[in-house]
C-alpha cells in the first residue's frame, strides 16, 4: 500500500512523507519538504530510521527513531522529529 501524508509544523515548514506499508512495515520511506537540514545527507539517515518501522507504531516511537539516529552535528531548520512523525502518522490513516 502506498502512503501520503503532509504536515506544516506551526510557524514552521512543511514535511512530506511517502512510504509504502509491506507486511504491516514501512518501506521505501522517502521524507521530503521546504525544510532545511544540515549536513543534507541526514536525510537519508532518517529514512533509514524509519524504515522497517511497525506500522502500528506509536507516533512518539517513530520521532524517538529519528532522535537517535541524529547526532548534535546535524541541524533541523523549520521542523523537527516530531513533525516527520506527524507526517507518517498522516499518511498511516
Avoid at 80 to 88: L, N, P, Q, R
Wanted: a negative charge; aromatic letters at 8%.
Amino acid at each position: 500500500m502506498k502512503c501520503h501524508g503532509e504536515y506544516k509544523s506551526p510557524g514552521g515548514k512543511l514535511v512530506v512523507a511517502d512510504f509504502q506499508v509491506i507486511q504491516d512495515r514501512l518501506e521505501n520511506v522517502r521524507i521530503s519538504g521546504d525544510f532545511f537540514l544540515y549536513p543534507d545527507d541526514a536525510i537519508h539517515w532518517i529514512n533509514d530510521a524509519l524504515t522497517g518501522a511497525s506500522a502500528d507504531v506509536d507516533p512518539a516511537d517513530l520521532a524517538q527513531r529519528v532522535r537517535l539516529i541524529l547526532g548534535p552535528e546535524v541541524e533541523m531548520l523549520g521542523f523537527d522529529a516530531d513533525a516527520i512523525a506527524e507526517a507518517v502518522r498522516r499518511g498511516l490513516s
